[in-house]
């Protein structure tokens, strides 16, 4: 019985039908046995003899064998005539006898196809072609898992799939292998000399560009030290005054018992464009109320800038003390220095000077407790007639930084912008607190709100003149369109009035009881990503 096993021998099957078959190329007619009613076919596909695959109008006749394992791949596709029929019936064909029939179990499956994939492996290594070694590596497991398909019966789908799991799995992995040494023989010395190339094309640009611009400057007054001297300078830095985002500042000591500050920027961030900010914006300028820039020196990427020594520090380790470190007079005279800095910044030299980042942290005081304004790394240089200034993005920081440098709506970038800052850090002298403080009860949340509630409402009696001087004039600096605000040389004509005739200003626009704590945080952060 199974040398007529179905699966193992192509067959030939005859089937009569009650109408002609047009346009269906398989069934091939046989004239002979036709009549006007009965239409005769012979069907020789691979699969013929199955019910599914006779046309509904036909029934079976006789089936034949045309032969078994022999036969070759295209024969299991291939359609034949009566008459190709009729002549290798005559012709013969042989059939094995006896032939053993195979087991059909899960491990005689995976023997056999272990065994030809073994077999077919072991030819195609032994092979001189380079080509077919490298593809026997990468199609053996496909290949195996072919025979396994080929040799499964129905009941043993589950062995299929899972043999294409194992596989799917072996592939990754091969993929992997050749990925990561792809990665380490190529892709990583690609990477790396890109990036070397890169970084020494970034860093040449900025080096020419800060050499040309330090040539210009040789003349004009700061002295330009060697790397070496800043080492002998620190002492091998070895007194750390601070450290921040730009770098460490290191104090130093000149010939002559001169001490001064230096800082040293860190390489990462100085591609140039700050460095020669700060030093074009202050390099030139002498005011008591501005910090000297002593020197600098650049080598390559190493930089530092030689400021004279601030004994006391910044301001604002002593406006945020929990003990109140200065009277209000002292405040009104640190608040006029510092007005008085800007302004000259504003107006006193050729070009006018942007600061963008004046805050607490940026007031530094001398042995007289003198402010001086300090970091002009977000500074920039400007023709005195422009009114409105063409900035690219916003510079400054969150709590200080003017609504126009984040938004175009509320107007356009001028003074004005260091005019909003000046206002918020007159507000925290004032309050000896931050403008934002989320630790504060909820109407005190956003300090500059409650003050101009208290000022309206006329509920701030009996305090200071001064304070009270101090609260009103950065109510009018930190009105939200810049039309609105004074200019600096205005701000520094109000302090040094008296409180008499300085009438509260109109509602900025944080400001208000509809103004709740949670939205000034909201507020904030968008303005935060947005500087991101």
């Not at 008459?83 to 290798?88: L, T």
């Not at 910044?345 to 942007?354: F, N, T, V, W």
């Amino acid at each position: 019985m199974f040398l007529l096993y179905m699966r193992t021998v192509k067959w030939a099957a005859f089937v009569s039908c009650s109408r002609m078959m047009k346009d269906n190329l398989i069934y091939k007619p046989v004239a002979c046995r036709s009549t006007n009613t009965s239409f005769v076919y012979v069907l020789s596909t691979t699969q013929s003899y199955q019910v599914q695959n006779v046309e509904p109008s036909c029934g079976y006749l006789a089936m034949t064998p045309l032969g078994s394992w022999g036969l070759g791949p295209n024969d299991y596709y291939s359609t034949y005539d009566y008459e190709d029929i009729v002549k290798f019936t005559r012709d013969g064909f042989a059939l094995r006898f006896p032939f053993p029939a195979p087991e059909w179990t899960y491990s005689w499956i995976l023997k056999t196809c272990l065994e030809n994939s073994r077999s077919d492996f072991h030819k195609q290594m032994s092979s001189s072609s380079i080509q077919n070694k490298i593809s026997v590596i990468f199609a053996i497991d496909v290949r195996f898992l072919g025979c396994v398909k080929n040799n499964s019966l129905s009941k043993y789908t589950k062995l299929y799939w899972a043999v294409l799991v194992i596989v799917s799995a072996i592939s990754i992995m091969k993929l992997i292998i050749v990925l990561a040494v792809l990665s380490r023989l190529v892709f990583a010395p690609l990477s790396v000399l890109i990036f070397l190339a890169y970084k020494y094309w970034q860093t040449k640009i900025s080096v020419d560009a800060v050499e040309r611009f330090l040539q210009m400057q040789l003349a004009l007054g700061p002295t330009r030290f060697a790397y070496t001297d800043i080492t002998a300078i620190t002492s091998h830095f070895r007194d750390k005054l601070g450290q921040g985002g730009y770098g460490s500042v290191y104090k130093g000591v000149l010939p002559g018992d001169v001490h001064v500050a230096i800082k040293m920027l860190v390489s990462s961030m100085s591609n140039g464009e700050e460095f020669i900010s700060e030093v074009s914006s202050i390099g030139s300028i002498h005011h008591v109320n501005v910090v000297r820039l002593v020197g600098f020196c650049s080598e390559e990427m190493r930089r530092a800038l030689v400021y004279e020594y601030m004994p006391h520090g910044s301001l604002e380790k002593y406006i945020f003390s929990p003990e109140k470190s200065f009277s209000w007079d002292k405040l009104n005279q640190i608040a006029l220095g510092i007005a008085r800095g800007i302004d000259y910044l504003h107006r006193g030299c050729d070009m006018q000077i942007l600061h963008f980042d004046i805050k607490p942290h940026n007031i530094l005081l001398d042995s007289d407790f003198t402010p001086k304004i300090a970091d002009f790394r977000l500074a920039k240089l400007y023709p005195r007639d422009n009114s409105f200034l063409p900035v690219s993005a916003a510079r400054g920081t969150v709590g200080y930084i003017a609504p126009e440098m984040v938004s175009r709506s509320f107007g356009a970038i001028s003074s004005k912008s260091d005019v909003y800052s000046f206002g918020m850090l007159l507000l925290e002298m004032a309050g000896g607190r931050r403008n934002v403080d989320p630790r504060a009860s909820r109407s005190q949340t956003y300090y500059p709100a409650w003050v101009y509630n208290q000022l309206s409402c006329q509920e701030a009696i009996g305090i200071h003149q001064v304070e009270r001087k101090l609260c009103i004039v950065p109510l009018w600096c930190i009105q939200m369109k810049p039309d609105d605000r004074p200019t600096m040389s205005e701000v520094l004509d109000m302090l040094e009035a008296g409180i008499n005739g300085l009438e509260v200003p109109p509602e900025p626009f944080f400001c208000g009881d509809e103004y709740a704590p949670a939205a000034d945080s909201s507020v904030l952060s968008e303005i935060s990503t947005f500087l991101e």
